[in-house]
Nanobody, 119 residues
Framework: QVQLVESGGGLVQEGGSLRLSCVAS????????LGWFRQAPGKEREFVAA????????AFADSVKGRFTITRDNAKNTLYLQMNNLKPEDTAIYSC????????????WGQGTQVTVSS
């Protein structure tokens, strides 16, 4: 059974930092592309960042470029999202997801962790 479990969310002041973690089990972690998504109240889920399995190349939403960093540790089956210079508009539930490189859609999703940024 595949599980993705996020942690590291919380309440932080504007300009602060948080590091989210996502621990995966039940899948060959190093063979999966991984991503972070977020959903704010009343809004649709949106893409935040992604990292490829083979080259570890990364991609970011324009709204977080230069502030967020996505990394992975295949030895620990863990995905990270370092979030710096947080803004109130970053407030959302953040979820990690995994997909095979050949797939177009993310197959596995975590439950999410709440990030709240106060002004």
């Amino acid at each position: 059974q595949v599980q993705l479990v996020e942690s590291g969310g919380g309440l932080v002041q504007e300009g602060g930092s948080l590091r989210l973690s996502c621990v995966a089990s039940g899948l060959s972690f190093s063979y999966f592309d991984l991503g972070w998504f977020r959903q704010a109240p009343g809004k649709e889920r949106e893409f935040v960042a992604a990292i490829r399995y083979i080259s570890s190349s990364t991609a970011f939403a324009d709204s977080v470029k230069g502030r967020f960093t996505i990394t992975r540790d295949n030895a620990k089956n863990t995905l990270y999202l370092q979030m710096n210079n947080l803004k109130p508009e970053d407030t959302a539930i953040y979820s990690c997801a995994a997909k095979l490189a050949t797939a177009s859609e993310y197959l596995y999703w975590g439950q999410g962790t709440q990030v709240t940024v106060s002004s």
